[in-house]
């Protein structure tokens, strides 16, 4: 069976995702809507929700750490896309050395960006953690 987009193990890691405000947008939709995006993300946070208020009503270097956390979150959506392409590219042809090879690479690419997602939402929450002292 050739897999098609969306196929069922990104399908599956994109249900786990969603829960930090994951959304499958096609080719040219925009997702910068911070104050939207940082309402999925407040959550995150081992913090009393009112200890984490809303993206608008952060202070300035807060919303600036939150703004790259988010930032970070999108672009490993992108990664994220880039391997599912790249892995229905494999199964639809022959596997190819060089296909396999960009995935390999995307699919890096990919988890460097959730460890370092990981790495600014310990950012955030440190800041987060001294308004809230």
């Not at 499958?24 to 200890?51: I, S």
């Not at 988890?111 to 955030?124: I, P, Q």
Request: contains cysteine; hydrophobic residues 40%; aromatic residues 10%.
């Amino acid at each position: 069976m050739i897999p098609e987009l969306p196929n069922t193990l990104f399908s599956n890691g994109r249900s786990v995702l969603s829960k930090f405000g994951y959304v499958h947008f096609e080719d040219g939709q925009g997702r910068d809507d911070w104050a939207e995006m940082w309402e999925h993300l407040r959550g995150d946070f081992p913090l009393p929700l009112d200890a984490v208020p809303s993206f608008n009503d952060l202070e300035a270097t807060v919303q600036e750490a939150a703004r790259q956390y988010m930032k970070v979150r999108l672009l490993a959506d992108h990664y994220l896309d880039d391997c599912e392409r790249l892995h229905v590219r494999i199964f639809n042809g022959s596997i190819e050395t060089d296909l396999v090879e960009d995935y390999a690479v995307a699919r890096d690419r990919y988890e460097h960006s959730v460890e370092e997602f990981g790495e600014t939402r310990e950012a955030v929450q440190k800041l987060l953690s001294k308004r809230a002292a």
